[in-house]
């Protein structure tokens, strides 16, 4: 114990910043929600007294990405034991992406741990994920979390299993909760703000892989990969809840984040995915999939269709669908298994009941 | 070097990092040259408000991490009119949710209903605008009480506004009782969504128990099981660290938990986590009978 605490007083000296680039002097005027604000205004039917309409929610030309064809790929994997790492080098392999020399960081989904629960994405695909990546020649692979509700990340780590895999792969595991942060303009106007801060290890990686759990959401009907990026927003600055994103529009706030940092490929653990009343308390489903895509909205779009939901029906990805990714099912390419040989309809919550369709 | 101290080694300066390393070597003579540089990098960076940003690449102050940083300067000497200014701020950002004005209204026609509870409780946020949490509010509480002990103790305690805090530490500690889960212990602040009970986390309930320091309640009492219930599964060094904290301020026995966060550091070094070091080194400390946190000293 002598020796931890010398080590520990020694960490403490030596790790002080060299240098301080502060700006203090600026605060902000508080930002005043005027599109929240009319939402509540126009339930109660108060909108036409205030004189006013809602301004409609646009996009920069940075934000506009969408493709005239996309491509989605649907590869089977039985369970969790299985060598995973081939399936995901031939997930990758369907795409042109361009791994070789790249700085490459996996963001899978960890938000809680409980025991029996398949609430995270799976230690074992992102075991894989980083053994694949790094057999197609990346310089570097890191994996990066923010979780949402738990500031213990070091335990979530342990406890999850990531750890030992992130161990054996010699692979950084960077806290984006903690990171250096960097303030960022919006790339499309659905929170009705200008900027938000994002991790600065996010920004720096020359190829974000976004790795979330197929599960069902109690807010926003479904988490795929594109609600996965929530995890990239600081906690240091937004808290734990990122209660600022909710605050300003769960569904807005994924898209703003989507239309700002990209994400250039999109690996969806759906072997055990979570049906109900998700992203916490919902039941695990088995679907036997993984989902590789380089266009997230058209890889969310298909998960949900897997899923048995209408994706036009959420109402982030239909927003996306405008201007990041393709939606509609005919310009999605669609590899490996088609979507009738995976479909597995999930259970969801009374308030998303619209999103069910029947095939 | 600035002073001040990084979440990890090469990270930005951190308020919160900074708070618990200060806190960490406020005793030893040895850092006494690391002292000094950190309590002028807090000296340099409070804004005219009183306040601290999270970190040194925010520009808005956060009145979570000004409440750590108050924290850690009652530990040093000169410091009183920046703690009197950090505390000044935080009752100022003290504050209920913000709803819109038709809501207001409706919650102001309801508190004239005899039967009515108030459920929109004023506490502390993470950041403006938003919700209060039980983080931020314990952080905010703890600072406030120690700040109210040390101006009571100091030659005009008047002057330093301490009797307005008395109601300002009632009313959060009265929103840290309400957030409470229903197995005793708190989570981040929810105790239910969507009509379904939410679980409490060993973290936030320690620091919970920590604010409130109050072993005569049934409600920390009830939490106190659930944390002993739970730690000895714990695999997270802070949330063990935390605890021995809490524990070692309700008397409780805290050797294993301490034992248990040495494992871990030399399973993982602790993630090199700067925080948690110093709260490891803290929570030795505590061993010893020295606690920061704790309202006797």
């Not at chain 1, 590869?75 to 795409?95: E, P, Q, W």
């Not at chain 2, 850092?31 to 408000?49: D, E």
């Amino acid at each position: 114990m002598i020796q931890f605490l010398s080590t520990q007083y020694s960490a403490l000296i030596m790790t002080q910043p060299p240098s301080l680039s502060t700006q203090h002097s600026a605060l902000r005027t508080q930002h005043v929600n005027r599109r929240r604000f009319l939402q509540a205004a126009s339930t109660l039917g108060v909108v036409s007294l205030a004189g006013c309409a809602e301004r409609k929610p646009t996009w920069k030309k940075g934000g506009y990405r969408k493709p005239n064809q996309s491509r989605v790929a649907i590869l089977k994997a039985a369970s969790y034991d299985r060598d995973l790492t081939s399936v995901i080098l031939d997930g990758i392999k369907s795409f042109r992406l361009d791994v070789a020399g790249k700085r490459v960081l996996l963001k899978p989904n960890l938000v809680e741990y409980e025991r029996d629960t398949v609430i995270n994405t799976h230690p074992a695909v992102i075991g894989a994920a980083i053994e694949a990546f790094l057999k197609l020649g990346a310089k570097e692979v890191k994996v990066g979390e923010g979780p949402g509700h738990r500031r213990d990340t070091d335990g979530l780590l342990l406890a999850s299993g990531l750890y030992p895999f992130l161990k054996d792969t010699k692979t950084q595991f960077v806290d984006l909760n903690l990171d250096d942060i960097r303030r960022v303009a919006l790339q499309s106007n659905f929170m009705g703000i200008d900027s938000l801060y994002f991790a600065d290890t996010v920004l720096q990686a020359d190829l974000l892989v976004s790795m979330p759990k197929l599960k069902t959401h109690h807010w926003a009907g479904m988490t795929l990969s594109m609600k996965n990026l929530f995890g990239i927003v600081p906690g240091i600055k937004y808290g734990w809840p990122k209660n600022f994103l909710h605050w300003h529009g769960i569904n807005e706030s994924i898209v703003d984040i989507n239309s700002t940092v990209r994400s250039h490929f999109a690996i969806v653990d759906g072997i055990v995915g979570m049906e109900g009343n998700g992203p916490i308390q919902g039941t695990p489903k088995p679907v036997r999939v993984l989902v590789f895509g380089d266009d997230l909205v058209a890889v969310d779009a298909t998960c949900a269709r897997v899923a048995g939901l209408k994706p036009d029906k959420v109402e982030y990805l239909q927003n996306a669908g405008e201007f990041i990714g393709n939606l509609e099912e005919s310009r999605i390419q669609q590899l490996g298994e088609p979507i009738s040989q995976v479909h597995s309809p999930f259970a969801v919550t009374p308030a998303f009941g619209h999103l069910k369709r029947l095939i | 070097m600035d002073g001040s101290w990084g979440f990890s080694p090469g990270k930005a300066g951190a308020t919160e990092a900074t708070a618990y390393a200060l806190m960490s070597l406020a005793s030893e003579d040895f850092a006494r040259g690391a002292i000094k540089r950190g309590v002028a990098f807090l000296r340099k960076t409070q804004s005219v408000r009183g306040g601290w940003s999270v970190n040194t690449q925010d520009t808005e102050e956060a009145a979570w991490a000004t409440a750590l940083a108050g924290l850690a300067l009652l530990s040093f000497e000169g410091t009183e009119s920046m703690r009197t200014t950090a505390a000044g701020f935080i009752v100022r950002s003290f504050g209920k949710h913000p709803r819109p004005w038709i809501l207001g209204l409706a919650d102001w026609m309801r508190s004239f209903d005899a039967s009515y509870v108030e459920e929109n409780l004023r506490g502390w946020k993470w950041s403006p605008d938003t919700a209060n949490w039980v983080e931020p509010t314990s952080y905010a509480l703890l600072f406030l009480k120690k700040f109210l002990q040390s101006v009571a103790s100091g030659s005009n305690p008047q002057a330093s506004g301490g009797s307005a805090l008395k109601p300002v530490i009632a009313e959060a500690e009265s929103l840290l009782y309400q957030r409470m889960c229903s197995e005793g212990g708190w989570n981040y602040g929810n105790a239910r969504v969507l009509g379904e009970e939410l679980r409490p986390y060993p973290l936030t309930t320690a620091i919970a128990l920590i604010a409130l320091q109050n072993p005569s309640s049934p409600e920390c009492q009830r939490s106190l099981r659930y944390l002993q219930r739970t730690v000895p599964e714990e695999r997270s060094a802070l949330a063990l660290c935390m605890a021995v904290h809490c524990f070692s301020l309700y008397g409780i026995q805290t050797e294993p938990w301490m034992q248990a966060a040495t494992l871990l550091y030399d399973e993982t070094a602790f993630f090199q986590n700067i925080k948690t070091s110093a709260l490891a080194l803290l929570a030795l400390q505590s061993l010893n009978g020295e606690n920061p946190f704790s309202l006797k000293n």
